[in-house]
């Protein structure tokens, strides 16, 4: 007998040695099941896609309600500050005519104004009695006012530089309907009103202001039309501050020795607004809110992946004999099996952050709120999917793995 020839044996050895797959092909095989068994493909991703989907519900919804809320919140004046002279003072204290420039220097502030009131009577013409007090207050504002108070004009225009040196006025809502003004309209002739003994035009209205209600009581003047026309002596009786909400305290502790330092004690600031503290506490309720609802949703989810990768993998076992049968090493069963598991996995999640963010935009839509969808949610909804369907798959895929062709094809 004729010794094999080392041709020979190199041939022998490459028949006998077990196929190395791609990355591509182990994919491959993975996408069979999927494709070969559609719908419950679709069933096993169905319950993916439920959690997943209920986890983006139930933080997108949460998260846009919170921010409406706190946009609300904001609007009540969360980073507003008032500084004014201490009452009563005799003589009174003025501040300085730069004290809003002065504020406006420090550091976390965003933006300042100042009114000033000029002690001037206001009616409707001239021939109202002077004795006919209609309680409203003549103030010269800077034209940098609505910012300041988050304030916006109902009709018309407010101070602008064109007419703020001209005898032009704009009425707070409150002034407006007490002096029988109606809103202006374009086109119209702009009525006037009767500022000690001079006739001022009227420009625009105001809508109600929640930070300030007295200047909804109030007649508006420019800065240089109350200096030449109403004897305005040019000190600020109120200096608006808006500051960066987490520096809020700070800006309160330095603002007197900022805007009157020869005598801090003679300026009061009010406190920051009670709206400051429900807006602190409601981010923290809903942001535990937001933890308890995702764990949960995504243990739900988790629950389901792995009782249908379980289910799947241990049916299959008569698959897993033939390949062995056929020569598949366990590795490539494993492999296999770990790919599908996390094909459907990603495929749930996929079509669970779809769902997720549709019904989210179209609830907040429909109750017109800021569309929020966390994209921490999405990335973890995503990897918590694929994270579950690789540790639902591995246990299954590893004990069919062990299984020789002869028992795997005994118990299917």
Do not use: C
């Not at 809320?69 to 969360?78: D, I, R, S, Y």
């Not at 550091?107 to 001239?126: E, L, M, Y």
């Amino acid at each position: 007998m004729k010794p094999s020839s080392p041709a020979s044996e190199a041939v022998a050895e490459a028949a006998t040695r077990p196929v190395r797959l791609s990355p591509l092909d182990i994919i491959g095989l993975g996408l069979l099941g999927v494709r070969t068994r559609r719908m419950r493909a679709a069933l096993s991703a169905l319950g993916i896609s439920i959690g997943i989907a209920t986890m983006i519900v139930v933080t997108g919804i949460p998260a846009s309600s919170r921010e409406d809320l706190l946009n609300q919140l904001t609007a009540l004046g969360t980073n507003m500050l008032k500084v004014q002279p201490q009452p009563n003072q005799k003589p009174p204290v003025l501040l300085p005519p730069d004290a809003a420039a002065m504020a406006a220097r420090i550091g976390p502030v965003t933006g300042t104004s100042a009114v000033a009131n000029t002690h001037a009577t206001v009616h409707r013409s001239d021939r109202v009695s002077a004795d006919d007090y209609a309680g409203l207050t003549v103030l010269a504002s800077r034209l940098d006012l609505l910012p300041a108070l988050n304030a916006s004009v109902s009709s018309g225009t407010f101070l602008t530089s064109a007419n703020e040196k001209f005898p032009t006025v704009v009425l707070g809502s409150v002034a407006a309907h007490r002096l029988g003004i109606e809103p202006l309209r374009p086109g119209q002739p702009s009525p006037q009103i009767f500022i000690n003994s001079r006739w001022f035009t009227v420009v625009g209205i105001l809508d109600t202001t929640p930070l300030s209600p007295d200047i909804d009581r109030s007649v508006l003047v420019g800065w240089d039309a109350a200096r030449t026309e109403l004897r305005f002596d040019g000190h600020p009786t109120v200096v608006y501050v808006k500051a960066r909400e987490n520096a809020i305290e700070n800006v309160r502790s330095v603002l007197p020795a900022t805007v009157y330092p020869q005598l801090p004690g003679m300026v009061q600031v009010s406190r920051p607004s009670d709206a400051l503290a429900a807006k602190r506490e409601a981010q923290a309720s809903f942001s535990a809110l937001f933890l308890g609802l995702a764990g949960v949703a995504l243990l739900v989810g988790g629950v389901g992946v792995a009782n249908t990768m379980v289910i799947s993998v241990l049916e299959r076992r008569r698959e897993i004999g033939l390949r062995r049968a056929l020569g598949a090493h366990r590795g490539q069963i494993r492999n296999q099996f770990l790919t599908e598991s996390v094909v459907l996995s990603a495929l749930g999640g996929l079509a669970g952050v779809v769902l997720g963010v549709l019904a989210t935009v179209g609830y907040v839509t429909y109750q017109d709120w800021p569309v929020i969808i966390p994209v921490a949610s999405v990335a973890e909804g995503l990897g918590g999917a694929l994270l579950v369907g690789v540790t639902a798959g591995v246990y299954p895929s590893i004990r069919a793995s062990r299984l020789t062709p002869t028992e795997a094809l005994a118990s299917a």
